[in-house]
């Protein structure tokens, strides 16, 4: 049993684990994930990116449409996405076949055709957003996990990374805003001062809120979207950030990050070259701040350290993530008692 230290409420009791240093858990696979903007993925590109420490491969088809395929050859299990596409299909570097987006292979060059299958995903594209289904259920309606821009606000920027940390602890420090005077001092912290208190108000579930005395509005939608917004010059004012932060589960120890930024004013600026490398420089430069301290507690981590053995008020909504994230994984048919 954890000690949660809260000045606003008498200490209570809450049972806490942390993120798993193992395997991830198979009950976080039945959601859909959105694993890439649709503005990258051009008719002749071919993108690939890990989940749940598979690989896969994105592709269009001859109508357009997005397949999301194992990235990896039947015939010699050369990477898929080292080769091209071709009529709609992905053709292997190595020795040419093609597979479409069922994952059949519909040509072999230079030798009898036999019949082979590699793994592909339920995918959709929505709202500018390329999402698969990992998991073995039945694929819930996408309608439901869609994230929309909020009403006047217009898209400036959409970043890519793949970052060297559990993902679970990227979205606790993304749910964080207490940490960032002290952590985000060469960014967009700089010259905040410490408040006396920093709280977590959650009026209405405890997913979602807004932080205190910081004019950010802040919610957590699983599996793994951070959503904010942030009042420019106070709480009440004209101008916000709005910002998407989805986690993905990459692998052990590792995260695949989009990053999608909007503003409600100065529209124009979204058009002015060289806008795409700014976002791009900022955005990597905020989390490289905060990636030699999540780094550092991953290491702790897996060394036997508990990061939650005293968490405090402003912990409020990491410690939400967590409850949500440890009842996925102890209902998960691979849960094993840590």
Request: glycine share 8%; aromatic share 10%.
């Amino acid at each position: 049993m954890e000690q949660v230290v809260d000045r606003e409420k008498k200490t209570r009791q809450t049972t806490l684990t942390a993120p798993t240093t193992g395997l991830l858990a198979s009950g976080l696979k039945d959601y859909w994930y959105a694993v890439e903007f649709s503005s990258k993925l051009q008719d002749a590109t071919l993108i690939s990116f890990e989940l749940f420490d598979q690989p896969w491969v994105l592709f269009r088809d001859r109508q357009g449409q997005v397949g999301c395929i194992q990235d990896e050859c039947a015939h010699r299990a050369c990477p898929l996405s080292l080769g091209q596409v071709v009529d709609g299909t992905v053709q292997c570097g190595y020795h040419g076949w093609q597979y479409d987006a069922s994952g059949s292979c519909t040509h072999m060059p230079s030798c009898q055709h036999i019949q082979v299958q590699i793994k592909s995903l339920p995918c959709q594209e929505q709202n500018g957003m390329i999402w698969v289904w990992p998991g073995s259920a039945q694929p819930t309606e996408l309608s439901e996990h869609i994230y929309q821009l909020p009403e006047g606000f217009q898209l400036h920027a959409e970043v890519a990374m793949e970052l060297p940390v559990e993902h679970g602890l990227l979205l606790e420090n993304l749910l964080d805003l207490a940490h960032a005077p002290f952590t985000h001092t060469g960014t967009f912290a700089r010259g905040w001062s410490v408040p006396d208190l920093v709280r977590f108000m959650t009026p209405q579930t405890p997913l979602t809120g807004h932080w205190d005395p910081y004019p950010i509005e802040m919610s957590f939608e699983p599996p793994c979207y951070v959503i904010s917004t942030i009042g420019l010059r106070g709480k009440t004012c004209g101008r916000h950030l709005h910002q998407l932060h989805c986690c993905l589960p990459a692998g052990q120890g590792k995260t695949r990050l989009l990053y999608q930024l909007s503003l409600d004013f100065y529209g124009w600026a979204r058009f002015l070259p060289g806008k795409d490398r700014f976002w791009r420089s900022m955005a990597q430069r905020v989390i490289d701040e905060d990636l030699r301290l999540v780094v550092g507690q991953q290491d702790r981590l897996a060394a036997g350290a508990d990061i939650w053995r005293t968490p405090v008020g402003y912990d409020k909504l990491g410690i939400s993530y967590r409850r949500w994230r440890n009842q996925i994984e102890q209902s998960s048919p691979d849960w094993q008692e840590r």
